[in-house]
Every structure is written in C-alpha cells, then in structure tokens.
C-alpha cells in the first residue's frame, strides 16, 4: 500500500532560520504530490503542489518543494521563516493514475520561536 | 466563490450513538473525500465520492458510512459511536472531471470536531 513518510514530528526554529521538512513516499508510478499547512484554529490550506514538469515548485508565504524522484522525496524549504508558519504542515501523495485517494503522512508541527 | 462547509461545526454524543455530518462541496466540485483527523493518527481517508458514487474507500469498519446526493453535497455517518471515534472530520472537494485542469487538487473544510463520550 502506498505511504508517506514525515521524518520530524515537531521542529522549533528561531525567527529568520532556514527550513526543511522531509517528505518520502512508497509508491513508484507517477504521483501528484502537495504541502498542506493547517494554522492554529484554521482548516487545511494548500500550500504548493507538483503535478509535472520543473520538479521545483514554488507556492504561497515563500514555500517551495524540490522534487527527487529518484529518491520517491518532495521535501518543503523556506529560507527564512516567521512566528506567522507556527503549523502543522502535511504532505499528501495521489497516484496519477485511475481514481485513487489522497494519502498524507502525519505532519509535522512547526513551531517558530522570536 | 464559497468553499467547502461543513455543518455542525462541534457535536458531542455519548458511545452507542449515531452521528451524521454533512458537507456541502464548492459549487462545481463532484467529488467529495472524508477524512478523519487525531493527534496520533494524522488524516486519515475514510472514503470519496464522485457522482453519488462511492468510488475509493479506506481501512475504518463499516459503523463509517456515508452518501452523495445529486447536488454534490455529502453525508457521512457513524453508528454505534466509540470513545476512539472523537477526532476532527475533514471533508474535501475537488473538480475530478477527466480532462480538467488540476482535477485532483482538493479543498478541505473547516472540519466537525466529534466528542465521544
């Protein structure tokens, strides 16, 4: 069965630090691939998504996500990140073929400190 | 245009009870996916539907029901409630139109937070 894997549970950063959140999944055919972010008190939001072509997709709030597919990652980077990305941050796996769901790895809670 | 609403937004029930949660999609949207979302387990599908059709559906007993009725807009249900069924449930929308544009990107709502009792 397909999965998807989020290495850090939580990870506290200082104001102005660089980020990188791990992404893996199992599944080898074509997939979509997304980063969601849910804020505290507030539904899921997309954050950026890859469907095909550049493998380095930018989104919203200076996120963007490099994907390997040799190493099945989609890993989210902001350079510089802010007390506002306080999140819980998801990435989600479809495969690109015939009408399959949605999967997500459990999260991961960032917490940015001043 | 409006997203995806849920209704209610909070339900508290006792085990042994029914509970029903709706969903009303972006106007558009055919498919609906539920979700169940908990501290431990992250989100986790329960299952979509595409055309008052259920078309995928996940690993959760069959007390998880749910329906698609002509407008789009979705039910799910849960029989004879658990004490492990309190979790926030996430309803989303998406286009799923063969030969649309990012047909498969989803639109969560707000979410009801079940407590059981």
């Known amino acids: 069965a397909q999965s998807v894997s989020q290495h850090n549970h939580h990870v506290i950063l200082s104001e102005a630090a660089s980020l990188e959140l791990g992404c893996n999944y199992s599944?080898?055919?074509?997939?979509?691939l997304f980063w969601y972010v849910q804020y505290p008190g507030q539904h899921l939001q997309l954050l950026l998504k890859?469907?095909?072509?550049?493998?380095l997709v930018k989104g919203i709030k200076g996120f963007e996500a490099e994907f390997i597919k040799s190493k099945f990652s989609f890993n989210l980077r902001k350079p510089s990140v802010q007390w506002s990305d306080t999140a819980e941050y998801f990435c989600?796996?479809?495969?690109?073929?015939?009408?399959?769901?949605?999967?997500f790895g459990k999260g991961t809670r960032l917490s940015v400190i001043a | 245009k409006a997203g995806v609403t849920q209704t209610p937004r909070y339900l508290i029930k006792t085990r042994g009870q029914q509970v029903t949660l709706s969903c009303s999609p972006i106007?558009?949207?055919?498919?609906v996916s539920w979700y169940q979302q908990t501290p431990g387990q992250g989100l986790q599908f329960l299952f979509e539907y595409f055309s008052e059709t259920q078309r995928n559906k996940g690993n959760f007993p069959g007390r998880f029901s749910g329906r698609q009725f002509s407008n789009s807009r979705s039910e799910m249900n849960v029989s004879t409630l658990e004490l492990g069924d309190s979790a926030l449930y996430l309803c989303?929308?998406?286009?799923?139109?063969?030969?649309?544009?990012?047909?498969?990107?989803?639109?969560f709502g707000p979410g009801t937070r079940l407590t059981v009792l």
């Open positions: 599944y080898g055919g074509t997939v979509n």
């Open positions: 989303a929308s998406s286009l799923a139109g063969r030969g649309a544009k990012n047909y498969n990107e989803q639109f």
């Open positions: 890859y469907f095909s072509g550049d493998p």
């Open positions: 106007s558009g949207h055919r498919s």
């Open positions: 989600a796996v479809m495969r690109n073929s015939g009408n399959t769901p949605l999967v």
